[in-house]
């Protein structure tokens, strides 16, 4: 199918073609007819002046030698208008005197007409000459020719006309194909060009051999083009940092479109939200949190159009905890605003906050217990009669064991500040535990065995050395190995060696057959002061700081403690120390 | 056409706020239910009085919600999907405002327990108020989602939950007649299970007409079990 624009500019051609057609036949056929007509008259009229210059009785002899063609008709009419003599009708015919062109003889001498004639029943052209004789019309000579002469020369003309048309509308049409084609081809062109932009597609450039307004257009366009790249270029690239950052980002993004449903979130919001809120995109905030606080908050941004920060708990009991700070952007100063809300998980930061608080509290408390008991015991001392030795020397070793534990209490305190602030120094060294456990082992299996206990030394002599500091270590060992000999009552503790728990780590294993934790505080139990059976603990001597200290210092010298309990069966201290 | 095209978005809009409002209560009644348990299992007396003033808000949503939807069929005349919606929101209203009323009752019987000391570490109430709380939530996620296999699921929970309570009644029966002295926090322990058991058949209810709402059958006062 050829295009709309080659039909519309092919058709124009084809008109004016038929236009020319139509006006030769209209403005040059009646001129055409006329001259013809007109040649034919003037004929006739010399023939007929001729004829009519002879005496008129001698007329009708000289018809014959007038050599008058076959279709002309002679009508010799005296001046009565009788007819005496015509060459196209025998019949006897009426009285002609009355015919136009016969009249205008009369007036003037000569005289034409065209008409249909009855007698020859065709259209006529009359011509009349009047015949005088000494000043005296003597009658008319009347010649009559059929006009179909007139058609004849009229069609003759046409078909010529005709034929040149068609031989000259052959080659226009032609061209006009040609032109329709050259137009319509570089438009074409364009147009598929723009169609496969439109579509999204990058085309190489517009190519257009032409230097004309086509070739131009084309320059045009592959300018636009390319500037276009240009800006395509570095929008995408500031989408692509902004698009990075806003999913590396560790703050959840999330923001609301016009109707104030999800329309997008960062990738730090799913992490925060943890799988727990799926497919929200779409949802309103209500519909897909259906958290009150954040809600109002929302609403209440709305409302002030201030931006507003606010904690929300997700989630149920101690949740997360967010810091959201609703606020909100506009593209360009005609769109509409889009509410935005940043979320910051501060889960960690309560958690920390409580136990500091806690920790205060509990020192607070750890602190005064002791103290409490000293001042009552010496208190009591003083009011005793003097006399009274052995109830002294009993309360005074009372005091004694108070403040005995309130100076641990304070050194381990110290110790914790010191590994908190950072202050307090490593040596690491290469360490052989088997070395060391001799000289550790006999004042704790001597605790062990008053309590009916067997501390049981299982650590292979040729276990690979250890990277830690020596000091710490025993520090370490020491507290773990009490903490098993205390809170044990039947039973053994052992300590022996694990190379394969984990890669690149000896791991000191300490054993015990004690009465186990439960699994739901064994995550707490490097918290301070944090103790699962506190009463027992308490009367243990216990500060409630050992594990954390333990904690603490396998941290900083590169290793880690882990706990594993099974209540009813015993406990098992890992201390997972790096290789020399 | 303008005017009509204005006044179906305008209709749309007041659909939605029915929605959330209706949202906005049942994260009230969530809330308030997983502090009832917190204050149940904790022994605190302070977080129980704070969830029965609480419940004033649970109320005056409650008649909000309900007139709004009866505001809504006077004047739009909904039909179809809208209309079950609106249904829906009305029954699912209705349930929410009772369970925190229940809440509340809970709460009274919680501050009269902690006058006296503890009967009993709680094993199977825990597991129920969890369940029931489970069920009110999923049911409202089911409402977000329209979500017919959530709203199934809730409605065959509700047996799980009688079976508890029939559980804690025999328990507790075995403790008072064993200790005549326990009877007075037995019997405030069986009522609070009652309470919860009461709570998730709210619950179904609400999981039946949203399966109302989403087909537009009707499955009140059927088992879950019936369902294909």
């Known amino acids: ?580 | 056409m303008e005017e009509r095209r204005h006044t179906s978005r305008a209709y749309e809009r007041e659909l939605q706020e029915v929605k959330e409002n209706l949202l906005y209560l049942g994260a009230l009644t969530e809330k308030a239910i997983s502090r009832g348990i917190q204050a149940l299992l904790e022994r605190n007396s302070e977080l129980a009085r704070e969830i029965i003033e609480g419940d004033g808000a649970i109320d005056r949503l409650d008649r909000e919600i309900e007139e709004r939807c009866i505001r809504l069929l006077a004047l739009r005349q909904p039909a179809a999907r809208d209309l079950r919606f609106i249904t829906t929101a009305i029954k699912i209203n209705g349930h929410l405002e009772r369970i925190g009323d229940m809440v509340v009752k809970i709460c009274e019987k919680v501050l009269l327990l902690n006058e006296e000391p503890q009967l009993k570490p709680y094993i199977d109430l825990p597991r129920m108020a969890e369940i029931a709380r489970g069920m009110v939530k999923e049911s409202l996620d089911a409402l977000v989602g329209e979500d017919l296999a959530l709203a199934n699921k809730v409605r065959g929970d509700d047996e799980i939950v009688d079976r508890l309570n029939e559980q804690i009644f025999r328990e507790l029966l075995t403790f008072m007649m064993e200790d005549p002295r326990t009877i007075h926090r037995a019997l405030l322990i069986m009522q609070i299970s009652k309470t919860l058991e009461r709570i998730s058949d709210h619950a179904k209810g609400m999981a039946d007409m949203i399966v109302y709402m989403i087909t537009g059958r009707n499955v009140r006062h059927e088992t879950a079990d019936t369902e294909t």
């Open chain 1, 1 to 580: 199918m050829r295009s709309r624009l080659f039909l519309k500019i092919f058709a124009s051609y084809l008109f004016l073609v038929a236009l020319v057609l139509g006006v030769l036949e209209f403005v040059m056929t009646p001129a055409i007819r006329e001259t013809i007509t007109e040649g034919i008259k003037d004929k006739l009229v010399a023939q007929g002046r001729l004829l009519a210059a002879l005496p008129f009785a001698e007329i009708p002899a000289h018809v014959e030698r007038a050599a008058l063609s076959k279709e002309t008709r002679l009508t010799l009419i005296d001046a009565t208008g009788r007819v005496l003599l015509d060459t196209g009708s025998r019949e006897a015919m009426e009285n002609h005197l009355n015919r136009p062109e016969v009249q205008e003889a009369r007036l003037k001498g000569v005289g034409t007409a065209s008409r249909y004639s009855r007698t020859m029943r065709e259209d006529m052209l009359y011509v009349a000459v009047t015949a005088t004789e000494g000043g005296a019309v003597r009658g008319y000579v009347r010649l009559a020719k059929p006009l179909t002469a007139v058609r004849e020369a009229v069609e003759h003309l046409y078909g010529s006309i005709y034929l040149t048309l068609f031989v000259v509308s052959l080659p226009a049409v032609l061209l006009a194909f040609l032109f329709a084609r050259n137009i319509t081809g570089p438009v074409r062109r364009l147009a598929d060009f723009t169609r496969r932009l439109r579509d999204g597609e990058r085309p190489a450039s517009l190519m257009m051999d032409s230097q004309d307004e086509f070739g131009q257009l084309a320059a045009n366009i592959n300018a636009i083009l390319e500037e276009l790249d240009a800006r395509w270029q570095a929008a995408a690239e500031e989408r692509a940092r902004l698009a990075a950052a806003f999913d590396a980002m560790e703050e959840g993004v999330l923001e609301l479109d016009a109707l104030d449903r999800i329309a997008r979130l960062n990738r730090g919001l799913k992490t925060i939200l943890k799988g727990r809120y799926a497919d929200i995109v779409g949802k309103t905030p209500m519909e897909a949190f259906r958290n009150t606080t954040l809600q109002d908050a929302i609403e209440e941004f709305r409302r002030t159009k201030i931006p507003l920060r606010r904690e929300i708990t997700f989630g149920v009991g101690n949740g997360t905890v967010l810091d959201v700070h609703i606020t909100s952007y506009r593209a360009s100063p005609d769109s509409e605003e889009k509410v935005m809300m940043v979320f910051h998980d501060v889960t960690r930061l309560k958690t920390l906050e409580r136990i500091r608080a806690d920790f205060i509290a509990n020192v607070t408390h750890e602190l005064r217990t002791p103290l409490t008991a000293v001042l009552g015991y010496l208190e009591t001392i003083r009011s005793s009669p003097p006399g009274e030795v052995d109830l002294r020397d009993r309360f005074l070793r009372v005091v004694e064991d108070h403040a005995r534990r309130l100076s641990r209490l304070v050194d381990d305190l110290l110790i914790l500040v010191n590994l908190d602030t950072g202050d307090f120094p490593i040596h690491p060294e290469a360490v052989a535990v088997s070395e060391i456990l001799p000289d550790l082992l006999p004042p704790l299996a001597q605790r062990a065995a008053e309590k009916g206990l067997a501390l049981e030394n299982a650590f292979p002599p040729d276990t690979p050395p250890i990277r830690a500091d020596r000091d710490r270590l025993v520090q370490v060992l020491l507290n773990c190995l009490d903490n098993a000999v205390k809170f044990t009552s039947e039973g053994r503790i052992t300590i022996r060696a694990l190379t394969d728990r984990r890669e690149g780590f000896v791991t000191v294993r300490i054993e015990d057959t004690g009465p186990g934790i439960p699994a739901a505080d064994l995550p707490r139990l490097g918290e301070r002061f944090y103790r699962v059976d506190k009463a027992r603990s308490r009367e243990l001597g216990g500060t409630g700081l050992g594990l954390s200290i333990v904690k603490h210092l396998m941290r900083v010298q590169g290793g880690e403690m882990e706990i594993e309990s099974t209540p009813g069966a015993g406990t098992a201290v890992n201390l997972h120390f790096p290789k020399a």
